[in-house]
């Protein structure tokens, strides 16, 4: 089938690909302005560093390095323990969060081969997300000596609690957009299949395609006024004794 063929296809069903498009943007866009609630998302960064003293000075090898980095997956495991936030909830009553909500707030990542730790938090609310990073940040940093033994957690930057806060949630409309795009090949798809499944005959090239014949003998509509229906038709054959004739001398 030829690029033209499909044209006309989708050509016939416009309407119907329009519906469904119409229909799926503002269904998303209904989603996305009144029933989607923004997310704010706060982030704080802690680095493991450990360093060993020679003559006085502290000095830092790799050994060192690799002992901290190994460290920072214990460190995480302890984070998110009831221990660390049961403390953010009790120290910081201004949060109105159990343990629970922390942790299901709380996520932490870390690089390879990177002694850096970061923490971020979601919440419907961009000031408390900052407030409760940088609360949980605090408590693990001076909670870790009397668990780990050793001090070697520092908080490299904390969440800016005034900053310009911005959702995390997919902007309405990139999601409009992406409604859009789907819609649409879902439309041309549906067209294109109900193309492929209608196996009626409609026209008369219908007919030439069917049977592979050319047609000989066209029968007009005739409506209820007794007019017929406007048609192309062919070129129209010439009475019988017109035309040109080949003469043959003797």
């Given amino acids: 089938m030829e690029l033209k063929e499909y044209l006309s296809i989708l050509a016939k069903r416009k309407w119907l690909i329009a519906a469904i498009v119409l229909l799926a943007c503002v269904a998303t866009g209904i989603k996305s302005f009144?029933?989607?609630t923004p997310i704010y998302q706060a982030s704080a960064k802690l680095i493991v560093n450990q360093a060993f003293d020679f003559q006085g000075t502290s000095m830092l090898d790799l050994s060192t390095m690799q002992t901290n980095i190994t460290v920072i997956n214990s460190y995480k495991e302890i984070i998110q323990s009831y221990a660390i936030l049961n403390k953010v909830s009790t120290n910081f009553p201004d949060l109105k969060m159990s343990a629970d909500e922390l942790r299901s707030g709380l996520s932490i990542g870390s690089s390879a081969e990177s002694q850096v730790m970061d923490l971020s938090?979601?919440?419907?609310?961009?000031?408390?997300?900052?407030?409760?990073v940088n609360a949980i940040a605090e408590t693990f940093r001076t909670t870790n000596p009397d668990i780990m033994k050793v001090d070697n957690v520092t908080i490299l930057n904390k969440a800016d609690v005034e900053a310009?806060?911005?959702?995390?949630?997919t902007s309405p409309i990139v999601l409009i957009f992406i409604a859009f795009v789907f819609s649409f090949m879902i439309a041309v798809s549906i067209v294109i299949l109900l193309h492929y499944l209608d196996d009626t005959i409609k026209t008369e090239r219908d007919i030439e395609k069917e049977l592979e014949l050319p047609m000989l003998a066209l029968i007009t509509k005739i409506d209820k006024y007794g007019t017929r229906s406007k048609k192309p038709s062919a070129s129209k054959p010439k009475p019988i004794g017109e035309g040109s004739y080949a003469t043959l001398n003797q």
């Fill in 34 to 36: 009144m029933y989607t």
């Fill in 121 to 132: 938090f979601v919440s419907t609310s961009y000031p408390q997300a900052a407030k409760a």
């Fill in 164 to 169: 310009a806060a911005y959702s995390i949630n």
